[in-house]
Nanobody, 126 residues
Framework: QVQLVESGGGLVQAGGSLRLSCTASERTLSTYAMGWFRQAPGKEREFVAAIGWNGVMTLYADSVKGRFTISRANAKNMVYLQMNSLKPEDTAVYYC???????????????????WGQGTLVTVSL
């Protein structure tokens, strides 16, 4: 089982930026499609962004398109989510996730992730 660890959450004012990071200490993530999801208070978890194993293919939810950027550095075993122009409605716990059942999978939709991190809280104030 892959153990994913997120970092980088915090409190930011509307219009500000944060960068979330995700890594795994004991497994390489380089062959997996990766994703970011979020869960706001009282709401279901929702898809935010995904990236293919080599970083070429990306996918975004309409609500974050143009504001968020997902990227990865396989040599560092890291996946990132750069969040710009943050809005109060972006407030949520953000989760990193991996599709560990398929190596070198293409991202043609939301990947069928099966490993999750513990989440990092992002709070956007007015």
């Amino acid at each position: 089982q892959v153990q994913l660890v997120e970092s980088g959450g915090g409190l930011v004012q509307a219009g500000g930026s944060l960068r979330l990071s995700c890594t795994a200490s004991e497994r390489t993530l380089s062959t997996y499609a990766m994703g970011w999801f979020r869960q706001a208070p009282g709401k279901e978890r929702e898809f935010v962004a995904a990236i293919g194993w080599n970083g070429v293919m990306t996918l975004y939810a309409d609500s974050v398109k143009g504001r968020f950027t997902i990227s990865r550095a396989n040599a560092k075993n890291m996946v990132y989510l750069q969040m710009n122009s943050l809005k109060p409605e972006d407030t949520a716990v953000y989760y990193c996730a991996a599709d560990t059942k398929r190596d070198y999978a293409r991202v043609v939709g939301v990947p069928p992730v099966d490993a999750w991190g513990q989440g990092t809280l992002v709070t956007v104030s007015l």
